[in-house]
Each structure stands twice: as C-alpha cells, then as structure tokens.
C-alpha cells in the first residue's frame, strides 16, 4: 500500500520562529489532508489540498502532486500550536481509506 | 464543532467487556470511517461504510463490528476487551469517496 513519510519526526520552537513540515508520500494521490492533534486528543482538519497551495492565515500548505510531496508552513508561531500535525493521504486506485504518516510533533516554548 | 458527533466522549470499562461508541456524521456525508488511535500503532484504519454498505475491511479485529444505519449513524462494537484495545477511537466522515474527511472527537477508551 501506499507510504507517508513526515519529518522531522520532533521539532522544537520558541514563541514567534516560523517552521516548515515535509510529507512524502510513495504513489499518487486522490486526496491529502494536513491535520493538527491538539493535547486534548481533537483532530482538526488544516487543509484539504491534493495539489497546489492554501493559506489560512498563519499557516500555509503547498502539494506538489508530481513530486509526491507536501509542506505545511507554520509562521509566527504560537503556543497554541503545539501537538502533533499529521499528513494523511487516500491512494489513487485503491480504497477509499485516508492512510496516515507518524506525525511531527510540535513543541513551541513561550 | 467538526459537525461529527462521537459518543460517549470518554469509556471505562473491564477486560472481558463489551461496549458500543457511536457515530453521527455530518449533515449529507454518506461515507463513515473508523479509526483506533494507539501509542504504538499510530492512526489505523479500522471499517469504512458508504450508504449503509461496507465498503472496506481494515486492520479490524473479529472481536470488533461495526454497521451504519439507515438514517447514516454509525456505531463500533468492540467485546471481549483487552487491556490492548485501550486507544482513542476516531468516526470521520465524507460527502462522497475520497474527498475531504472530517473527524469526530473521538471516544477515549480505557480496558482496566
């Protein structure tokens, strides 16, 4: 089946750096989603985004479907942004599934 | 508010157990997915159900069974439980196939 690679698998921030988080993913795809796990468990939906580029507010997202690949920018971040963030993508050609990378997990420092 | 209701929001139960976590998708998706949520495993697909139908079959126990009902809830059975089967369980769900996920809250159960 299809493989989702996110790095860095951590990352660590103060207050205010911006960051970029890599998904690379083995096959094309029908459907990718960035997702922020905040502490409480809540998966929240960024962005829907098989291709191209989005902007919501302070974070941004860029898929370049060719080169099987994803980034999520995070500017001026905030300690609101902690958690874990998550590439998910759903296979061309196979089921319908949303087939999840391990996440990178963000820390933001006041 | 996602729009995807899940309950109950937290379970305690005993091994040997079994429990029901109920899903409500978004107003007019038809598709329902589960997923478990483990420390080790990460996020796993479980079951997938479009109008009523199954769709697709997961990494999901035979201890485990799910249905979506004709008004398009859906509702997860886990019995038999193992401490193992402690885990965040996830509903989402989407208009049509493949085409923008929401989750739910998810349900956090905990075997003792």
């Known amino acids: 089946g299809i493989q989702v690679e996110q790095s860095p698998p951590d990352l660590i921030l103060q207050e205010g750096a911006n960051s970029t988080l890599r998904c690379n993913f083995s096959d094309s795809v029908n459907n990718l989603q960035w997702f922020h796990q905040n502490p409480w468990g809540q998966l929240i939906n960024l962005f829907y985004i098989p291709s191209g580029t989005k902007q919501n507010g302070r974070l941004s997202a860029t898929t370049v479907a060719t080169e099987r690949y994803s980034l999520l920018y995070i500017s001026s971040s905030q300690t609101t942004d902690s958690g874990v963030y998550f590439c998910a993508v759903v296979a061309q050609g196979g089921s319908e599934k949303l087939v999840f990378g391990k996440g990178t997990k963000l820390t933001v420092n006041p | 508010d996602s729009g995807v209701t899940q309950t109950p929001k937290h379970l305690i139960t005993a091994t040997g157990q079994r429990v029901t976590l109920r899903c409500s998708p978004r107003?007019?998706?038809?598709?329902v997915y589960w997923y478990q949520q483990s420390l080790d495993q990460g996020l796993q697909f479980l079951i997938h159900?479009?109008?009523?139908?199954?769709?697709a079959k997961g990494n999901i126990l035979e201890r485990f069974s799910a249905q979506q009902f004709p008004d398009l809830h859906s509702e997860l059975n886990l019995s038999s439980l193992e401490l193992g089967d402690s885990a965040l369980y996830f509903c989402?769900?989407?208009?049509?196939?493949?085409?923008?996920?929401?989750f739910g809250s998810g349900t956090r159960l905990t075997v003792v």
């Open positions: 107003s007019g998706d038809l598709s």
């Open positions: 989402a769900s989407s208009p049509t196939l493949s085409v923008g996920y929401t």
């Open positions: 159900y479009y109008n009523g139908e199954e769709r």
